[in-house]
């Protein structure tokens, strides 16, 4: 029932929102934010636990799903296609899937999150492999369309991991890993693109980006896979050469040319003075890492 649900009960701090003048409503909403972390922080194992499961999919060549409806589904998608320029993985890698497809990114379509089966067959669409890791989202806990991607998913011996907003969520008992992010009461009542929506989005950084770095997609900091498809993003390639080199412009430069625009390649060659050739076979020998490499 929803009344039972954290996610739609009514927020002491705001039930005059209404009479609140524009500064107290964002001191308000800000305040509730500030929650959001510390809550996070008690889900850290789980998400640990996530994160292995990635890693685990991704040197076995499988994919990082993430399913969900309207908001979560959103997230998901979010999430997925900021890993393609920034890690330089295939947009296969990591998928994004929404209740409704591509319609519902922009537009509100109404009871395909009410159906199972329709969660399945969106997992069977994209041909779904015991490699694979299956992200559930949904901020109630309680969304059919997720649990039956699930169901799906565990059947297929793929990783299941369940995010949700509310703790004993329905779609945990779905998933090996379960995530709970008890955020409580919105400020907008049953707002969950709020609170829950920012925590969800929260986890879903920290599970591809740790995931990434695991499979050697960063050396330090710095994003040595990121895919340089405009001149904004040459240009930060070459200052990753620098910062990681610690060579000036024109030499980061250079080193960028001469590994035709591959920013790992370029700092093998420059740290250890090599040719390209001899860069190359290094990373493939270090799987991919930078630092192994060197």
């Given at each position: 029932m929803l009344e039972n649900l954290s996610t739609e009960k009514r927020n002491n701090n705001t039930m005059k929102m209404d009479e609140m003048s524009v500064l107290e409503i964002l001191k308000t909403m800000n305040q509730e934010d500030k929650s959001v972390p510390g809550i996070i922080e008690k889900?850290?194992?789980?998400?640990?636990?996530?994160v292995e499961k990635v890693i685990h999919s991704f040197k076995a060549k499988g994919r990082l799903i993430y399913i969900g409806a309207g908001t979560s589904g959103?997230?998901?998608?979010l999430d997925a296609v900021e890993c393609v320029p920034t890690f330089g993985?295939?947009?296969n890698q990591v998928?994004?899937?929404?209740?409704?497809?591509a319609e519902a990114i922009k537009t509100a379509i109404e009871g395909v999150e009410d159906s199972r089966?329709?969660?399945?067959?969106?997992l069977k669409a994209v041909s779904l492999t015991k490699n694979d890791t299956v992200v559930g989202i949904a901020a109630s806990g309680r969304t059919p369309y997720v649990i039956g991607a699930l169901q799906y998913a565990k059947q297929m011996g793929a990783g299941t991991v369940a995010v949700s907003c509310n703790t004993q969520s329905e779609i945990s008992e779905f998933a090996d890993t379960a995530i709970?992010?008890?955020?409580?009461?919105?400020v907008l009542t049953?707002?969950?693109?709020?609170?829950?929506g920012t925590a969800q989005k929260l986890v879903l950084n920290m599970i591809s980006t740790a995931a990434m770095i695991g499979v050697g997609k960063v050396y330090g900091n710095l994003m040595v896979d990121v895919q340089a498809t405009n001149a904004k993003l040459i240009e930060r390639s070459k200052r990753i050469i620098m910062d990681a080199t610690q060579v000036d412009y024109d030499a980061a430069e250079h080193f960028y040319e001469k590994a035709d625009g591959h920013v790992k390649t370029a700092i093998v060659m420059s740290l250890l003075d090599c040719t390209k050739e001899q860069a190359i076979e290094k990373l493939e020998i270090a799987?991919?890492?930078v630092r192994k490499a060197l």
């Open positions: 889900e850290l194992a789980s998400i640990e636990e996530a959103r997230l998901g998608i993985v295939s947009p998928v994004g899937i929404i209740a409704g497809g089966q329709f969660g399945m067959d969106d709970e992010i008890e955020t409580g009461a919105e049953g707002s969950t693109r709020l609170k829950a799987g991919g890492f």
